[in-house]
């Protein structure tokens, strides 16, 4: 089973960015404990700070993988661009967020990405990352 985590802008600086928030973890060192987890699926990942890499990242796999774990960051509330590629692919995709976006500001309550995302997933931590894998087994 090919499952590709995607985190889009800011997600790089995890560890460093916002502990209070986000945590002191880095992804790198998380994505390793999901690989030995998750020791029989084909788990991968990928990173960008820009909107059309993400996309074309959607594009790329969306016809040939099992699943897609995807936390946009910032772009899932402002991007009908990912909300549109997301349609337009047959990969479904699992919304994630570390922190609860509905208990923060409210611009982070809505997201272009919902409508057309298998489900969502927010608040647990890095663990949101681990029951989105969950929920595609
Ligand atoms: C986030 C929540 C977003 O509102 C924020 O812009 C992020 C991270 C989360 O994982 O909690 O960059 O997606």
Same mark, same amino acid.
């Given at each position: 089973?090919? &499952?590709?985590?995607?985190? %889009? ?10 502990? $209070? /928030?986000? !945590?002191?973890? #880095? ?40 699943? &897609?774990?995807?936390?946009? %960051? ?10 549109? $590629? /997301?349609? !337009?692919?047959? #990969? ?40 989105? &894998?969950?929920?595609?087994?």
């Amino acid at each position: 089973m090919n &499952i590709l985590i995607i985190n %889009g802008p800011n997600l790089n600086l995890l560890g460093k960015r916002e502990p $209070a /928030i986000y !945590g002191t973890a #880095t992804f790198e060192d998380y994505f390793k404990e999901l690989q030995e987890k998750f020791s029989t699926l084909n788990l991968t990942y990928y990173q960008s700070n820009i909107e059309g890499e993400l996309i074309d990242k959607l594009h790329e796999v969306g016809f040939s993988y099992d699943g &897609i774990v995807f936390n946009a %960051g910032a772009y899932t509330h402002t991007s009908v661009g990912l909300g549109d $590629a /997301i349609k !337009g692919i047959e #990969t479904p995709v699992i919304e994630v967020h570390i922190s609860n976006v509905h208990a923060r500001e409210e611009f982070r309550h809505t997201s272009f990405l919902a409508p057309n995302v298998r489900g969502i997933i927010a608040g647990f931590g890095m663990q949101s990352y681990d029951l989105a &894998i969950q929920s595609f087994l």
